[in-house]
């Protein structure tokens, strides 16, 4: 499980850290700035967020509305001294409200609850992206059939796992006018995709709200996930080779030789 907490009091931070250390079953990042929270949650899987309420600029109630929109299976618990925000707080679904001072119990408390509420995978699910693409389910690879629904399910991986269907709908037809006759054709590769990959037992890695389309990265293992977390073995694996059958990967390739 990954969890963030997000507080702008050095001193608080200081005090979760010393809290949660050695807590098993759970990998912790924290933040004292909830914009670079908001970022790192672009590009990285989160199971759980403690966030504080009062923080400037950006609070943690409009900072938990902003993550769930990135990925609504998300599970916030507010961090705070004012009970006055508890209302608030569970208007955005938030699964806990601690009142500091806390204990660690009180963080335990809800990691079990989250544990009961993540989702069961129930196949292995592997996407290889270097140098071309591929997907395997238990050890055996799946064909897609139409070469559009591999392209349109690697541009999602190749995008972070998280892209708005206008800019997918775009990267797949970059030669066609944004028109409701190209956004028909959008949505029904989108849809034959989803009924693919349901049909190999694993239609819950996909998923979609009114704009995005986006991929559980908690559900899949991924050679450019891995990439863009800095583990070793990516990095060595990786030779200049990215999805090379698709001619819009160059631009993530430049991006590549400064992000390794």
């Not at 050890?139 to 541009?155: C, P, S, V």
């Amino acid at each position: 499980m990954k969890a963030i907490y997000v507080d702008d009091e050095n001193l608080a931070l200081s005090l979760f850290c010393r809290i949660t250390e050695g807590l098993g079953g759970v990998t912790f990042e924290v933040f004292g700035d909830p914009g670079g929270a908001l970022s790192y949650a672009e590009t990285n899987p989160i199971d759980l967020a403690f966030l504080d309420i009062e923080m400037p600029d950006l609070g943690g109630i409009e900072l938990a509305k902003r993550l769930k929109e990135l990925d609504p299976n998300i599970s916030v618990v507010f961090v705070t001294a004012y009970a006055k925000y508890a209302l608030d707080a569970f208007g955005v679904d938030a699964i806990g409200y601690l009142l500091k001072p806390y204990l660690r119990e009180d963080i335990e408390k809800y990691i079990e609850k989250k544990k009961h509420i993540l989702p069961v995978y129930r196949k292995s699910v592997r996407i290889q992206t270097m140098p071309d693409f591929h997907l395997f389910v238990d050890g055996a690879e799946i064909r897609l059939g139409n070469t559009k629904y591999a392209e349109m399910l690697a541009a999602i991986v190749a995008s972070g796992g998280s892209v708005s269907s206008s800019n997918l709908s775009f990267l797949l037809w970059e030669d066609s006018a944004l028109t409701e006759k190209t956004m028909n054709a959008f949505r029904v590769a989108f849809s034959r995709l989803k009924s693919i990959l349901e049909g190999n037992g694993i239609g819950y890695i996909l998923h979609s709200d009114k704009t995005t389309r986006y991929l559980d990265k908690n559900a899949v293992s991924c050679d450019f996930f891995d990439l863009l977390d800095g583990k070793e073995e990516a990095i060595k694996s990786y030779k200049g080779f990215f999805l090379e059958e698709y001619a819009w990967s160059e631009s993530i390739k430049e991006k590549l030789k400064i992000h390794i």
